[in-house]
C-alpha cells in the first residue's frame, strides 16, 4: 500500500501561520515537492492580530472575537526590531519611511509578502477549529473544524500540526472587592477599541505592561482628563507628564472611588484592566494541549515549538515577545526543516535537557536588557539551523534595548526617532511633526505623510 502524502494542518493565519505557510511556500518556489498544507483561519481574512475589527465579543459566525488592536494603535517599538529576513523594508515600501507606523501600514507590510507569493490558496477562512486530538494507534492528528461557510462540521486527518492560533486574545481578568457597585463603565483592554471615548474622564488602568502604558498614553493623547495606573509588582516609573499618576495596587472600589494598597483613594469615571491575557487552547486534547503558562520560555517545548511529549505538535508565536515577526519565521522555517526531515529531532530526554537549560537561563535574567539578550540567543540558536536570511538578531537587539531608553527619556516622544535597518542599512526617515501631534493613523495620510484630523475615513486599510 503506498503511503498517503504526508498532511500539516496549521491553525490560524496571523503573522504566525502566514511564517509557517511562507515557509513551505519558499521551497515549493525553488522546485521541491511540498506537503500538503492547509491552514484553518476562523476570520474571513488573514493578518491575526493586525485586522482591527471594532467589534469586541463575537463575530457574525458566533466566534469569539480574536482581535484586541485599537483604533490609532501605532507598533510601540521600532519597525527595524521586526524586519523580515526575507522580505525588506526597502523591498515593500520602495522608500524610507518613518520607524514607527501606524496599524494598517505594518499590516500592509505583513500581508503583502504572502498576497504576492500567491499563499491566500493554502487557507480555509471562516473555519474555526473546534478540536484536535492525536490518536497514537494510527500516529495520525484528527482535526475537527467548524466551517461556517457551508455550516458543516468536518473531520479530517493530518500528519503534523502547527497552532499558530495567538495569545493576546483571552484576557486575564483579576478580582477586586466592590467592582460589581461601580458605576462607570469597567472594560479589558481586550475590549479597548477608541481613545476618543474616554475624552474629559478620569481613567484608573490597573497593569503596569505594555497595554497600559499604550492605552494610557493614548487616551491622554486624544483628551482624557487623567490616567492613573495601578501596579502590582513594580510601577512603569517614566517620568510622566502631568495628568499622570501611578498608585501600587487597587484593593477596593467603593461606589466612585478606588482605594489603593498605601492608602490613597482617587475616584474614576473609568476602570480598565491592563492586566494581560491567557494561554486558551480549549480546542486541543490533553494529549497535544501546551499546559504551560505564558513565559519568555514557555516550559514543555523543545526549541520553543516542538512539544516534547508529542514533537509532530508544534507551537509557533506563543513566547513572550521583545522580537515577533522575525522571530516567528525562524521557528517556522525551523519547524519545516523538521518536517521535511532536513532536520532531525534528538530523543525526548535530550529535548527535555535542553528545554531545562533554556529555562535555568531564564530565571537568572530580571532587567529588560537581559531578557532581550535572552530572546536573541534563543533565535540565534535556531536561527543558525536553517537558511532563514540572517537578519543580524544582535544588532536588533541593540535597537530594542536603545527604544527602552528613549521610553524613558521621553514616553509621549520615543516615536519621534528613526533607526536603521540592521539588513539593509536603510535609515528611516523622520514623521513630519511629533507624533503627539498626529491624530491620523490611516494608510494613505502616513504614506503621504499628510495627515487629517481623525475621522472614521482615517481607519480604511488600504484595501478597503
Ligand atoms: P495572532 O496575530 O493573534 O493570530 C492568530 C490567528 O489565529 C488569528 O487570525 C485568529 O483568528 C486565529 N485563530 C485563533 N483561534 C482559532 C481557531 N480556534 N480556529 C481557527 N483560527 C483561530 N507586536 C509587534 O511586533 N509590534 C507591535 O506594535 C504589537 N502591538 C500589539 C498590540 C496589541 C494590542 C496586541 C494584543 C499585540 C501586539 N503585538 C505587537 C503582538 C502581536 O500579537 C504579534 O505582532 C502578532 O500578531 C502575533 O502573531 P500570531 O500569528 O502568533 O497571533
Ligand atoms: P502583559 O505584558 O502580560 O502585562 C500584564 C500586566 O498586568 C503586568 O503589568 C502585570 O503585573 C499585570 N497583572 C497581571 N495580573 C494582575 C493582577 N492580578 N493584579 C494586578 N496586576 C496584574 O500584557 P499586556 O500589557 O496586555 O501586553 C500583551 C502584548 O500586547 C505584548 O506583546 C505587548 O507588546 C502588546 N501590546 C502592544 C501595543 C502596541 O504595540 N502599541 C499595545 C498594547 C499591547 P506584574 O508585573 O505584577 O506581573
Ligand atoms: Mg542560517
Not at 126 to 135: F, G, I, L, P, S
Not at 157 to 166: I, L
Not at 194 to 205: P, S, T
Request: charged share 25%; with cysteine.
Amino acid at each position: 500500500m503506498s503511503k498517503h502524502q504526508t498532511r500539516i494542518a496549521i491553525l490560524g493565519a496571523g503573522p504566525s501561520g502566514l511564517a509557517q505557510l511562507r515557509a513551505f511556500q519558499t521551497l515549493r518556489d525553488k522546485g521541491q515537492e511540498i506537503p500538503e498544507v492547509v491552514c484553518f483561519e476562523k476570520q474571513e481574512d488573514w493578518g491575526g492580530m493586525w485586522r482591527y475589527s471594532w467589534e469586541t465579543c463575537t463575530d457574525n459566525n458566533g466566534e469569539p472575537i480574536h482581535g484586541s488592536m485599537y483604533r490609532f494603535l501605532w507598533i510601540n517599538a521600532p519597525k527595524e526590531a521586526l524586519e523580515f529576513g526575507d522580505y525588506t523594508f526597502d523591498e515593500h515600501f520602495k522608500e524610507p519611511i518613518p520607524s514607527y507606523v501606524p496599524r494598517a501600514v505594518l499590516k500592509d507590510y505583513i500581508t503583502s509578502r504572502v498576497e504576492k507569493n500567491n499563499i491566500r490558496q493554502y487557507i480555509r477562512f471562516n473555519h474555526a477549529v473546534r478540536w484536535v486530538e492525536y490518536h497514537e494507534d494510527r500516529d495520525i492528528f484528527t482535526v475537527c473544524v467548524m466551517d461556517h461557510n457551508t455550516d458543516q462540521l468536518i473531520t479530517e486527518e493530518f500528519d503534523y500540526v502547527v497552532c499558530a492560533t495567538g495569545h493576546f486574545s483571552t484576557p486575564n481578568l483579576p478580582e477586586v472587592e466592590g467592582l460589581s457597585e461601580f458605576p462607570g463603565r469597567i472594560l479589558h483592554s481586550h475590549e479597548f477599541r477608541d481613545a476618543r471615548e474616554f475624552k474629559d474622564q478620569d481613567i484608573l488602568i490597573i497593569g503596569s505592561s505594555y497595554s497600559a502604558e499604550d492605552i494610557g498614553t493614548q487616551c491622554f493623547k486624544y483628551g482624557a482628563k487623567s490616567i492613573t495606573f495601578s501596579y502590582r509588582s513594580s510601577p512603569i516609573g517614566h517620568d510622566w507628564p502631568k495628568g499622570f499618576d501611578e498608585r501600587p495596587l487597587v484593593t477596593k472600589v467603593v461606589g466612585t472611588t478606588a482605594h489603593f494598597k498605601d492608602g490613597t483613594t482617587k475616584e474614576f469615571d473609568t476602570i480598565m484592566f491592563c492586566t494581560g491575557f491567557k494561554f486558551n487552547f480549549s480546542f486541543l486534547h490533553d494529549n497535544v494541549r501546551l499546559k504551560a503558562k505564558s513565559s519568555i520560555y514557555p516550559a514543555d517545548l523543545y526549541k520553543g515549538i516542538f512539544l516534547i511529549d508529542n514533537p509532530k505538535m508544534m507551537y509557533v508565536g506563543m513566547q513572550d515577545q521583545y522580537y515577533t515577526f522575525n522571530m516567528f519565521d525562524t521557528q517556522a522555517w525551523y519547524a519545516r526543516d523538521v518536517i521535511m526531515g532536513k532536520i532531525k529531532l534528538p530523543s525526548p530526554n535530550e529535548m527535555t535537557e535542553d528545554s531545562k537549560k533554556w529555562m535555568e537561563k531564564l530565571a537568572k535574567c530580571s532587567t529588560d536588557e537581559e531578557y532581550i539578550d535572552y530572546q536573541a540567543s534563543y533565535i540565534q540558536d535556531i536561527l543558525q539551523a536553517t537558511d532563514y536570511p540572517d537578519f543580524n538578531v544582535y544588532e536588533q537587539g541593540l535597537i530594542l534595548k536603545s527604544w527602552q531608553g528613549d521610553k524613558q527619556e521621553d514616553i509621549m516622544g520615543f516615536r519621534n526617532k528613526s533607526y536603521s535597518s540592521t539588513i539593509t542599512g536603510t535609515l528611516a526617515s523622520c514623521l513630519p511633526k511629533p507624533w503627539i501631534e498626529i491624530m491620523d493613523d490611516s494608510y494613505r495620510g502616513f504614506m503621504k505623510q499628510e495627515f487629517v484630523p481623525a475621522t472614521e475615513d482615517a481607519l480604511e486599510d488600504k484595501s478597503a
